[in-house]
């Protein structure tokens, strides 16, 4: 009895190991050097095959870093920055470009982070860059 349960134990976890390691093999990820805005490092990570850009904007800065008496400051901010629009564009505008692209953009608050995620396809990245660009940095 002792010796079947040894054999299934080990069955299970070369299953395992096995699973775990074609995963790995799968999204092999190629590390592009970019250049870098400040002392941070930046770094993008390309899938080796995939036509989609993935991206994560990180601020060091969330809902611990509100004021006292004025919680959810953060998560104000980013909604804004996120589904506020632009000078040039409203968000409904914005909204209306991104349908074709087949695209999309958020926000998720943390308690010590802000990050804003996006993806598109690789041959509309320069439309959506210049969509976000103008919701981040010039909003309306």
């Known amino acids: 009895m ?6 299934l134990k080990f069955l299970f976890i070369s299953l395992f190991v ?3 390691s074609t995963t790995a093999i799968a999204q092999k990820r190629t590390k592009i050097p970019v250049k870098s805005m400040n002392e941070h490092t930046a770094a993008v990570f390309q899938p080796s095959k995939s036509p989609l850009v993935s991206f994560r904007i990180q601020f060091l800065t969330g809902a611990v870093d509100d004021p006292d008496g004025k ?12 589904t506020g629009g632009s000078k040039k564009l409203t968000y409904d505008e914005i909204v209306a470009q991104f349908y074709p692209l087949a695209t999309g ?6 308690k010590e982070m802000t990050t804003f995620v996006g993806s598109t396809h690789a041959d509309n990245l320069d439309k959506y860059y210049g969509l976000i660009s103008q919701m981040l940095l010039d909003p309306g």
Not at 72 to 82: K, V
Not at 105 to 110: E, L
């Open 18 to 20: 096995f699973a775990l």
């Open 105 to 110: 953009f958020g926000y998720q608050v943390d």
């Open 2 to 7: 002792n010796r079947n349960l040894s054999k």
């Open 71 to 82: 919680e959810g400051l953060a998560n104000l901010t980013a909604a804004m920055l996120a």
